[in-house]
């Protein structure tokens, strides 16, 4: 079973930045297509980041493109979210996913994914913004 931990958050200020991490024991992700998601308060948990197996696919939520990017390592076996221009409405517990669907390591594509169809997540880490 992957176990996933991710790593990087915190305070920053508006307009700061932030890089997390999201490293993976107990098996590989090199086949996974892998996300970022974030829930606040009161909030569903929604997709903010999505790459495919090999990195070639990724996918931006509208409201965090051109400020967040994705990317992952998968020797190291390890995703991150680079995450510039950080503002206001971006606080949340930001989580990592592993999508283990055979289709997409087939296809190599990747885009937005819902939260439920995700098989392994971390616990998750705060990220708050102060203005």
């Known amino acids: 079973q992957v176990q996933l931990v991710e790593s990087g958050g915190g305070l920053v200020q508006a307009g700061g930045s932030l890089r997390l991490s999201c490293a993976a024991s107990?098996?590989?992700?090199?086949?996974?297509?892998m996300g970022w998601f974030r829930q606040g308060p009161g909030k569903e948990r929604e997709v903010v980041a999505t790459?495919?197996?090999?990195?070639?696919?990724?996918y931006y939520a509208d409201s965090v493109k051109g400020r967040f990017t994705i990317s992952r390592d998968n020797a190291k076996n390890t995703v991150y979210l680079q995450m510039n221009g950080l503002k206001p409405e971006d606080p949340a517990v930001y989580y990592c996913?592993?999508?283990?669907?055979?289709?997409?390591?087939?296809?190599?594509?990747?885009?937005?994914?819902?939260?439920?169809?995700?098989?392994?997540w971390g616990q998750g880490t705060q990220i708050t913004v102060s203005s």
């Open positions: 996913g592993a999508d283990t669907a055979v289709y997409y390591y087939a296809t190599d594509q990747y885009g937005s994914r819902e939260p439920e169809k995700i098989d392994y």
């Open positions: 790459i495919s197996w090999s990195g070639r696919s990724t």
């Open positions: 107990g098996g590989t992700l090199r086949t996974y297509a």
